[in-house]
């Protein structure tokens, strides 16, 4: 791709910063806080040359006017407040919100039947929210990611929810395929974000937004080794207090036979796209990849270090 690839860009703000954010977040709430947000929203999109870029970009292929600087303001402005929200979440706040939800149930009288799934989300909107609703449901989730990736990120969320460090599944480790097999296993919903890279796995060249984009053959390959039903999720922020969540099947691999494989992971893969790109339209805003997607080599990462 022609920025560097995501698993080699440096964490922008400060642990302090992010803290001090978080404290005025807790103390004066939503409202108070959003001529902040604003703020940070103009600073990055001022100072972050190639996310700005990457905005613009995206914006072009799914809004319906020539794109101004103020979509981009926009752009980043909705990713202040999910990134906010995000804090009231982990506190188990849910009141503050107006959630609703599409397919949840489905997901529930589904793992009911089968144990557990694979939740496969994006940069789309808040995973948080979808986390929110399985919680009230009572089912158990845990969620696979590079933990290192955003460590100012997870140092700030520790100290809100101590116990959310116990649904993460550490990926690229031995024994993380075993362990996130056990967990679905044992009924647990295992998320992760599918639209970035799990290693070095090649991406694959997928029709999304109407033109190529490399996407991951991993999360796929991984949900076909282990038999398992995948579900796509989006938590779209609609504004104000709303928060919409939507849960559609992709496929279940446990009806896969080996010589299947690869045609069901290719098929999988786009499916996943298409439900994507059909929510980018819906939401415009929710996208939260601030690079290249579509300018992305299809050449697998040769390197793991930490991103924002």
Known sequence: MS????????????????????????????????????LIALYFMLTGGAARRASRSYLARVLPVPVRWWHVLRHFLHFAIVVQDRVFLLKGQFWRFDLRSQGTD???????????????????????????????????????????N???????????????????LPLGQPGSMLAIRDRIAAGHIVGLLADRNLGRDALRATQLLGAPAGLP??????????????FFVAGLYRGGKRY?????????????????????????????????????????????????FWGASTAPATEHTPTP
């Open 217 to 230: 053959d991993g999360p796929f390959r991984l949900a076909a080794s282990l038999g398992a039903p995948v």
């Open 244 to 292: 919409d969540v939507h849960v559609e099947l992709i496929t279940d691999f446990g009806d896969c036979t080996p010589a299947e494989r690869p045609a069901r992971i290719a098929q999988a893969r786009q499916d996943y796209a298409d439900k994507l790109s059909r929510h980018c339209r819906t939401a415009p805003y929710n996208w939260f990849n601030f690079f290249d």
């Open 150 to 168: 955003a460590r100012q990120l997870m140092r700030t969320l520790a100290v809100l929810n101590p116990a959310a460090a116990e649904e993460i």
């Open 3 to 38: 920025e560097a690839h995501w698993t080699r860009r440096p964490e922008r703000g400060s642990f302090l910063a992010m803290q001090l954010m978080l404290r005025l977040t807790l103390l004066l709430g939503r409202r108070l806080t959003r001529p902040v947000l604003w």
């Open 106 to 148: 489905y997901l529930n009288e589904y793992c009911q039947r089968r144990s557990g799934a694979l939740l496969f989300g994006a940069h789309l909107g808040s995973f948080e929210v979808a986390r929110a609703f399985s919680r009230q449901q009572q089912r158990p989730i845990s969620i696979a990611m590079y933990a290192e």
